[in-house]
């Protein structure tokens, strides 16, 4: 039942009549009351009309700017076509040559809806392959939303590794024995584990840098050559990173091959559309043909190479080919990080500012920042009261993580250091 309209603007209304419909009044992302009504490039509108720099950019999709016209005009054109049809279309048979081509480790792709998806069933392929159970992930890293996703992913109080614990309700008690952790850029302890469980573990999950923390020096390819030495499938999460922090991903932005990675947010250009990509041995568990029954992992999704997804994917892909693309990119996104630090630093808060170009935040802690404990002195509150005082002032982040987009320009720059500065200043420590 819709409620009575007796509140102060269209943005109230919608926002009473979700608390009567959806659980916590949203839909389970942003906890923040804002109602976006529509997308530009680099800027976001609230039904009531306010604009925002949007440093959120639908959680990292719209790397090519909200309402590109190119994948509008891609987009449009398909819907007039059909908008699913669960057998092969020739969009995304385009779409997988494009990664294969782009991503060192993809000789076959998979096509999934979510991240979320990709990553449970990256490891179920890394379990069939190897006929093992464990799979080695990091402490704090995101890995989507599944049962072993949810082990370790942020705990309060984080136990002794390599023991994992379930972050959510309702998760089997028997998860936590097959899931191992390991503090993120400890190399030396991440060997040890390796060594000991390396007949038990069936994979290792990583995100090639996790979440804004970026990876030390010889971890990724450390993490590559034990993998490799005891034959043991290493999948990279690059949901995130793939195709964000260079066209090649961030396998090609740290030089470090995996066998496997997963893929999201930008490849389908604002749809439901992710993938699982990796060498030809691994996945062909997902061909009964090559695989046989004993091996082979069944896998159908509704929507999975969804045609508007596939060009939307597509068309985003071609823009960010383009000469210059990421160079403008990490350049714009130098520029605002720089002027976050300058402004934190200037207010005379204490913060490191983690991440990549593409992507990054404050931390407000001394640093450094090399994992998840490390973060856990970041002062979340602190995190929450900046990004509310940023959207007063028209800058919409989430409370963790600042996403650049091509389509940000210089006016963006000045404006969003302005209310760096000014939010900064009011921080109350
Ligand atoms: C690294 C990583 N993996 C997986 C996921 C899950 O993706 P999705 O939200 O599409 O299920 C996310 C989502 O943010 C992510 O950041």
Redesign the pocket.
Known sequence: MTPPLDTASPEQDLIARAHTVLPAGNLGNMNVETVIRSGRGGRVWDVDGRGYIDFLLG?GPMLVGHAHPEVTAAVQEQVAEGTTFFANNEHAIALAEAIVEALPCAEKVRFVS???EA?LYAMRLARAHRRRDKILKFEGA????SDYGLMSLWPERPGNFPQAAPDSAGIPRSVRDDMLVCPYNDLATAQALIREYRDELAGVIV?PMQRLITPVAGFLQGLRDITAEYKIPLIF?E??TGFRLAYGGGQSFYGVTPDICTL?KVIGGGFPL?AIAGREDIMAHLDRAKAGEDGFTPQIGTLSGNPVAAVAGLASLAILKRPGAYKRLFSIGNQIRAGLDAALRDAGIEATVAGEAPMFDAVFTAGPVRNYRDTMGGRPALSRQFSSKLRERGVFKSDNKIYVSCAHDETDVGEAIAAFRTAAAELRV
């Open positions: 959680s979510s991240g979320t990553d995101y890995h989507g939303m995100e999460d949901v995130v999201g992710a």
